[in-house]
């Protein structure tokens, strides 16, 4: 098998011994097993897996079954399509969450999908069988889920991914589509912060971080001065900290890589952090692991928030409330867009063309306005 190199074209090495037993090598160097038969007439290929997970003893011992399958008078690939298709849909998308989200996905997206199938879909649809899921099924768990809209719809698009793969790896599936389920409108929640709230907000953190937990609320205030994602900031290392060219570079956030424009408020409380950093410390925010980090943020921040009596404001509002000191600060929607890192399909066009030199100034006006307000300036 090792000396089956790859070459421009996929082409085939058939077996001397079974007949239409044969190795397929792919221009990738991917090496796979098959066996071609004839049943009632018709040219059949039954895959038998992949080498070196499959030796070539296996295979063609699983060559060797099929063709007395076939003698018997039983169509092998028909067979596999039939027992595939009596997996229950929990059994599938443990296998559609091993094969496909874990292995190509980012591990917070993969823990996520997780979340929504044995939370919500896997209770309501579990039992159902892979070959007999219907889009009425899908449909009624939509609508029961109709008072979380966002989770009711995040469930349709997951279950219509996993469709989709389960089509493309043989399974028989009788929804091709999820697109005849209506979604329900989302409402993006847009936070403001007024001067006086930022005030509150301001005192809560001074109190936060002298209570002995200031470092959680430096991660905080940065997250309300730059307008990261939480997960960047959890994720950010040392070396991607430049503060020769007041820049974060993020190789890979939700968006892709990234360059964070930074402001001297965010830059002082980095240099804050950075003094006390420890020997061989990488990472800006050191808890352990990410779940510590997250864990710390999360119950400063709920300390925060009652004590400010913002008790209705989440940490992913930080960036909102970024945003609109940004607008505040007179800075176009682009420019904050870009500083944001989003990638909204309606001025993607307009994005290409702002400049860094721009990003920049509206990441300075930022910060400097969100500074201003959390020290209750007018």
């Keep these: 098998m090792n000396a089956a190199k790859p070459e421009a074209k996929v082409y085939s090495l058939f077996d001397e011994a079974v007949p239409g037993f044969h190795v397929r090598i792919k221009p990738s160097g991917v090496k796979g097993f098959f066996v071609k038969l004839t049943v009632d007439g018709r040219q059949r290929m039954l895959g038998l897996g992949g080498w070196p997970s499959v030796t070539v003893e296996e295979a063609r011992k699983l060559a060797l079954e099929a063709r007395g399958k076939v003698s018997k008078g039983t169509d092998p690939v028909e067979e596999r399509k039939r027992r595939r298709s009596d997996l229950t849909l929990t059994a599938f998308l443990d296998t559609f969450l091993e094969r496909h989200v874990e292995a190509k996905l980012k591990p917070r997206t993969a823990g996520h999908y997780s979340y929504l199938v044995s939370t919500y879909i896997a209770p309501e649809l579990g039992r159902v069988r892979l070959g007999a899921l219907l889009v009425s ?55 403001r912060l007024e001067a006086a709230d930022a005030v509150k907000l301001a005192e809560a953190m001074d109190a936060e971080a002298e209570s002995g937990n200031r ?66 410390q990488k990472k800006v925010l050191d808890w352990g692991t990410e779940d510590g980090a997250v864990t710390a943020m999360v119950r400063a921040w709920h300390r925060i928030r009652v004590a400010a009596s913002l008790p209705d404001m989440r940490i992913h509002d930080l960036r909102h409330a970024f945003a609109s000191a940004a607008l505040d600060a007179g800075e176009p929607l682009e420019a904050i867009a870009k500083l944001l890192g989003q990638s909204i399909i309606a001025t993607t066009q307009r994005y290409a063309h702002l400049g860094e030199g721009r990003a920049k100034q509206g990441a300075e006006a930022a910060g400097q306005a969100m500074d201003k307000l959390l020290r209750g300036a007018q």
């Excluded at 449909?139 to 469930?155: E, G, I, S, Y």
């Excluded at 389960?166 to 409108?185: H, N, Q």
């Excluded at 997250?223 to 993020?250: C, K, P, Y």
Aim: hydrophobic fraction near 45%; proline fraction near 4%; include cysteine.
């Design 215 to 280: 470092h959680a609320v430096l991660a905080l205030r940065l997250l309300l001065i730059t307008g990261m994602r939480r997960g960047e900031l959890v994720g950010l290392q040392w070396d991607q900290v430049n503060f020769r060219h007041s820049a974060l570079n993020l190789p890979d956030s939700k968006t892709g890589a990234k360059a964070v424009p930074l402001s001297k408020p965010a830059l002082a409380i980095l240099r804050s952090l950075q003094q006390e950093r420890r020997l061989g």
């Design 137 to 191: 099924d899908i449909a009624k768990l939509h609508h029961k889920l109709a008072d979380t809209p966002r989770v009711a719809n995040q469930c349709v698009r997951l279950l219509g991914k996993a469709l989709e793969r389960a089509a493309a790896w043989g399974y028989e599936v009788k929804v091709a589509s999820v697109r005849a389920v209506e979604l329900f409108p989302e409402v993006e929640r847009i936070f």
